[in-house]
């Protein structure tokens, strides 16, 4: 290893292999000058393809880390902008870049604030491998298995990728308790609340000013069930949310809406379904009569995948027992 050091400061070289030099440094040093921010107490010199880092050991250490990970990033997805110099950057040094010791491409998507995004359990990873090989996925599992979040990862990065072009995000408007006509507000405010999970998933992953931006120009489009009747949905990611929700003949017009270039995603709660008991589960019906159809594939997640507060795990499993002895 080309290092060397003393008590005050240390010393090493770092050869760039996966990125030629104008990628990582920018045009006139832009980016390496960003970069520097991040280690103002190292020394940082770039010449060629290689880069010499003088300073304190443990700062260079992190340096090279992030290097890396630049490197893994522009490997896997093509390009390495100033906004990906950021969130990568900010990755390295918070110590989240679970590139170290994993493999780097299980990451689904580099998010704000350094925020790795990668499925995390044996549910999720089913899921993202389904939505590889089929191009309708049904992801089905209790609260706070990570369907939804997993799902708007995928949609993101298949956008980054330009593997589409817009995400769809969607959900059906069910009055829990309230009309929608007495409350506050336009439409927009009547229905954003319904929607907020699908925008908290994206703000973790996407830079405001460009979710913003995405927003403004219809690339992401966030809507209830009830706005895609008539539209056919092609060249896009498309995720219905709280699907358990949506009524048999939402669900057969949502479905139908499939263009020959889309990837959708259906994720639901059969344990939490708010409609009146007169309206079946559109959701129910489809996991009985859409198995064996080419194409399709369900994923089941379960109390093993959640990721929220342990007592999650808990309550789900004090609920399900609840409703095995009625």
């Known amino acids: 290893m080309d290092l060397k050091f003393n008590c005050r400061v240390a010393e090493k070289n770092i050869e760039l292999i996966s990125v030629e030099p104008i990628v990582l440094f920018g045009v006139n040093d832009a980016k390496l000058d960003y970069i520097r921010t991040f280690f103002p107490k190292l020394k940082i010199i770039a010449r060629g393809n290689m880069i010499k880092v003088i300073g304190d050991l443990e700062q260079i250490i992190r340096f090279e880390e992030s290097i890396d990970a630049f490197q893994q990033y522009f490997k896997r997805y093509g390009t390495l902008t100033h906004a ?142 009830a706005f895609m009747r008539g539209r056919t949905l092609d060249n896009s990611f498309v995720i219905l949310d709280e699907a358990q929700n949506a009524t048999e003949m939402q669900l057969k017009m949502f479905l139908t809406r499939m263009g020959p270039s889309a990837k959708f995603v259906i994720t639901g709660d059969v344990t939490q379904i708010d409609l009146p008991k007169h309206q079946p589960s559109g959701l129910l019906q489809a996991m009985k009569i859409l198995p064996l159809t080419e194409g399709i594939d369900f994923v089941y997640l379960d109390k093993q995948d959640v990721i929220r507060h342990k007592i999650v795990k808990q309550l789900i499993e004090i609920y399900d027992n609840e409703k095995q002895n009625e």
């Open 84 to 225: 990906n110099v950021e969130t990568v950057m900010n990755g390295a040094l918070e110590g989240n870049s679970e590139n170290k010791n994993g493999d780097p491409t299980d990451i689904l998507v580099y998010g704000n604030q350094g925020l790795l995004v990668k499925p995390r359990t044996a549910g999720q990873i089913r899921l993202v491998e389904s939505s590889t090989k089929n191009d309708m996925v049904f992801a089905i599992g209790p609260a706070g298995t990570g369907k939804t979040y997993t799902a708007v990862a995928l949609a993101v990065r298949a956008l980054r990728n330009r593997e589409v072009r817009k995400i769809v995000l969607t959900r059906p408007a069910v009055e829990a308790g309230e009309n929608l006509g007495f409350l506050p507000g336009d439409l927009k405010e009547k229905l954003d609340p319904y929607l907020q999970p699908l925008y908290d998933a994206l703000y973790d992953m996407i830079p405001s000013d460009k979710l913003k931006n995405y927003i403004e120009t219809n690339v992401i489009q966030i809507a209830p069930l």
